[in-house]
């Protein structure tokens, strides 16, 4: 049973009225939910009406003590939400860019990109994260080749010109020339 407290918080709201109105199915299960509780059911009674557990009807009460009636939308997802503002976006993938220019050697890793993001941009991500970031600005990740520190640029352009025309060639990108 629920106390008289959270009873008389339920009196004032019409959750039928409100279950009419919702287009969301589990919005409207809640309300319903709520409906029944404020006719004085118990948890357990609900919970088999609506064929869902009494905990979940437990959980939905604390969500409109702790939220209202908009709190019954469900938990909000912090985790799938962008940490990096859209504005940063450009300038995150320039220094990304100018990372991977001022290596010596060797690739950027998801490492490396993950540290670059809470030095320069103050968000923490998962190496996952990083991944979906990067695929979200249209950078591969991993599909450049470094340059070596030990390259000479101009026996290379020579190796090329002898190349058959049409054959791949493993050039640097043209923004770290």
């Not at 969301?24 to 509780?37: E, F, Q, S, V």
């Not at 006719?39 to 064929?51: D, I, M, N, Q, T």
């Not at 939905?60 to 997802?77: D, E, S, T």
């Not at 599909?143 to 352009?157: G, K, L, N």
Request: charged share 25%; proline share 3%.
């Amino acid at each position: 049973m629920l106390s008289q407290h959270i009873i008389d918080q339920l009196q004032p709201y019409d959750f039928d009225r409100l279950a009419r109105k919702e287009s969301d199915g589990r919005r409207r299960l809640r309300l319903i939910a709520l409906a029944h509780l404020k006719e004085g059911k118990s948890c357990s009674e609900v919970g088999a009406a609506l064929r869902v557990s009494r905990h979940a009807v437990m959980r939905w009460v604390q969500w409109f003590i702790a939220g209202g009636v908009a709190r019954l939308a469900g938990m909000p997802h912090d985790w799938s939400t962008q940490r990096l503002a859209k504005g940063q976006e450009e300038a995150c993938r320039q220094a990304v860019e100018q990372l991977q220019c001022e290596r010596g050697g060797g690739r950027v890793r998801g490492k490396d990109i993950r540290q670059l993001l809470d030095r320069q941009f103050g968000v923490a991500y998962s190496l996952n994260g990083v991944y979906d970031l990067m695929k979200r600005l249209g950078m591969v990740w991993i599909s450049a080749r470094a340059v070596s520190p030990s390259a000479d640029p101009v026996a290379q352009a020579e190796f090329k010109k002898k190349l058959r025309p049409g054959s791949r060639s493993n050039a640097a990108p043209e923004h770290c020339a």
